[in-house]
């Protein structure tokens, strides 16, 4: 057995995730920097501790959907909004944030409720 077969059985089983980004289109999520699901965060004034270490600690971590926050580090180094299933790898939608919408004004761009057009809601085995 080779090196080239070596290399080659390590990528049996490994799996391509395409991240749909708003402003470059599909991209291997290599590119991206994981950011983490998306929660609302709550009152600083109005909140206990006990709401603020769930907000900063407790995550979901579903076996199915999530949304999720991404980073294309190696890209337009802009965030994303992801809804992908975790089990998957399937994306049905990305966006930008909300903030950077408002921020922007720039509504066009996000790719709504649907990607499955562009490749980008497909993973590849
Ligand atoms: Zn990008």
Redesign the pocket.
């Known amino acids: 057995m080779g090196s080239r077969d070596k290399y080659d059985s390590r990528l049996k089983g490994a799996v391509v995730i395409l991240l749909p980004?708003?402003?470059?289109?599909p991209?291997n999520a290599s590119?991206f920097r994981y950011v983490g699901e998306v929660s609302e965060r709550p009152d600083p004034n109005a909140t206990g501790a006990g709401e603020w270490r769930t907000y900063l600690y407790v995550r979901d971590n579903p076996a199915g959907w999530t949304t999720e926050t991404w980073f294309?580090s190696a890209?337009?180094?802009?965030h994303?909004v992801v809804e992908r299933h975790t089990v998957t790898n399937e994306v049905r939608a990305s966006r930008l944030p909300a903030a950077q919408l408002l921020r922007d004004g720039q509504e066009e761009r996000a790719t709504g409720g649907s990607v499955a057009n562009d490749g980008g809601g497909r993973s590849i085995k």
């Not at 980004?21 to 289109?25: I, K, N, T, V």
């Open positions: 980004c708003p402003y470059c289109g991209r590119e294309h890209g337009c180094r802009q994303l």
